[in-house]
């Protein structure tokens, strides 16, 4: 077994070292004891190539996370579960999302995560535009069971910390998974008191912030993600305009 978990290890990139490898290593001892050698030679085989912060390790740190925000408020929501899992079935497909599911049991059952370690590592190899996405996903998570609980906010703020990501982008994405309506201004990142010049220029600054085109070198899949911070963006923009007859 353990040749076999160094194959798998090789196809990790980055992801493999410091707490995440920690962690991975646990949830590959607990998810593929039972695992033949042509199953394992197939996990490995859908992460070849990757390097850096490319689509292979976003999924390692996809799945980690997604576990620090679901048990966040002490339980583990079905709803939760199954928006992670339709996430990863639609973005990567359902043969890859089964391999990775294996994964998510074993990390979820894993007591001994540390926020700090594993948000920091990411924060090291991730440009800001990846750190956003995957701050935009956890509130995904958070907002499956129909309500974001301050326990879950305070993690998300936490790793959003960690992530060296500002109050004002914290709160632009907090503020898009409101139930009813949203904060355009929060959204902007500006206050209300901002002059129409200064409207104007957030908008273009967000726009650029968020643009799809930030996370393609995370691979396609991802972009679908980003592509709803940016429409909110623009609805934020016509709120403003619409309110002030621009």
């Known amino acids: ?3 076999y978990v160094k194959w798998i290890g ?3 990139g980055w992801a493999f070292g410091g707490a995440i490898g920690a962690i991975i290593g646990y949830a590959l001892a607990s998810s593929f004891s039972d695992m033949n050698e042509d199953d394992i030679n197939d996990f490995n085989s859908t992460r070849e190539g990757y390097s850096g912060t490319e689509s292979g390790d976003f999924e390692v740190a996809l ?18 579960l199954d928006y992670v899992r339709s996430y990863f079935v639609q973005m990567y497909g359902k043969e890859r999302a089964n391999q990775a599911f294996r ?3 074993s990390i979820i059952d894993n007591n001994n995560i ?9 924060a090291q190899y991730m440009d800001q535009p990846s750190r956003l996405q995957l701050l935009h996903y956890l509130f995904g998570i958070a ?10 906010v305070s993690v998300i703020y936490e790793i959003a910390g960690y992530f060296n990501i500002g109050e004002r982008s914290f ?8 139930t ?16 129409n010049d200064e409207v104007k220029k957030a908008y273009r600054k967000m726009a650029i912030k968020f643009h799809p085109d930030k996370v393609q070198h995370l691979g396609e899949e991802h972009v679908v993600g980003a592509k709803v911070k940016f429409q909110k963006v623009q609805e934020a923009y016509q709120n403003i305009k619409k309110e002030r007859d621009m």
């Open 103 to 105: 994964l998510f049991k």
């Open 171 to 178: 709160n632009s994405i907090r503020e898009m998974f409101h």
């Open 143 to 152: 907002k499956a069971d129909g309500h974001v609980s301050d326990k879950e």
């Open 114 to 122: 540390s926020v700090r370690e594993v948000s920091m590592q990411i």
């Open 10 to 12: 090789a196809g990790l």
């Open 180 to 195: 009813n309506s949203f904060d355009s201004y929060k959204v902007l990142e500006i206050d209300k008191s901002a002059t």
């Open 63 to 80: 799945l980690i996370l997604s576990a620090t925000v679901i048990k966040a408020d002490g339980k583990v929501h079905q709803k939760e």
């Open 1 to 3: 077994m353990g040749k």
